[in-house]
């Protein structure tokens, strides 16, 4: 009864870490969107720390091609996130600060929220993906009036290898501000929102 039992668990633990490791496949809207350029990527094995820190520099809010995207003046971009080896989060935070003089907001927090769903690709260019709730910030109501979680797809991430078993980052020579990772911040369409954010909390235990 025993090794069945051990087997048994085996088989589910082998089944969540794989759940674990599927992509949210997040398809964002065309607005509102925040986008991010040179974004340091690292993740330290030992404290779990998954950290990425780049600089907002655009947002568009109407989606229109015919206008450009409204530029971010001293912007920043953060997120930090607890991951473990199997690649599940268990908390984490998102901030973007900056300018938007054409929309009379000064240097303040645009968006904040907390983690609540995380996940990842296992093979091809490098891509993390979360959504984050609980928005604050200068530009929440934009996001909000849409959906009430923000979607983010951290994109070609060098050096990313499809897990967390081990230390990396995606620095040259460990240079500190030579990441070429790129980010958008936005929406998900429709009802179906609630229903990934259901399925993504799979992979994200929140601290007790």
Request: hydrophobic share 45%.
């Amino acid at each position: 009864m025993m090794v069945r039992t051990l087997a048994a668990l085996s088989a589910v633990c082998a089944a969540c870490a794989s759940a674990q490791a599927t992509p949210l496949n997040l398809n964002l809207l065309a607005y509102p969107e925040i986008s991010a350029t040179q974004i340091d990527v690292s993740y330290n094995a030992g404290t779990f720390a998954l950290i990425a820190s780049g600089f907002s520099i655009a947002y568009e809010d109407d989606g229109l091609s015919s206008t450009p995207a409204r530029q971010i003046f001293g912007g920043t971009f953060n997120i930090t996130a607890n991951v473990s080896h199997a690649g599940v989060a268990s908390g984490g935070t998102l901030t973007i600060t900056g300018a938007i003089p054409s929309l009379s907001i000064g240097n303040t927090t645009l968006l904040s929220g907390t983690l609540q769903g995380f996940g990842f690709t296992t093979s091809g260019a490098g891509r993390i993906e979360f959504l984050f709730g609980s928005l604050g910030g200068a530009l929440a109501s934009a996001y909000t009036a849409r959906a009430p979680q923000a979607g983010v797809i951290l994109n070609n991430i060098a050096n990313f290898p499809y897990n967390f078993n081990t230390s990396w980052n995606n620095l040259v020579n460990g240079q500190a501000g030579t990441g070429s990772a790129v980010s958008d911040t936005g929406v998900l369409p429709g009802p179906g929102a609630a229903g990934l954010l259901a399925l993504a909390g799979l992979a994200v235990r929140r601290r007790r």
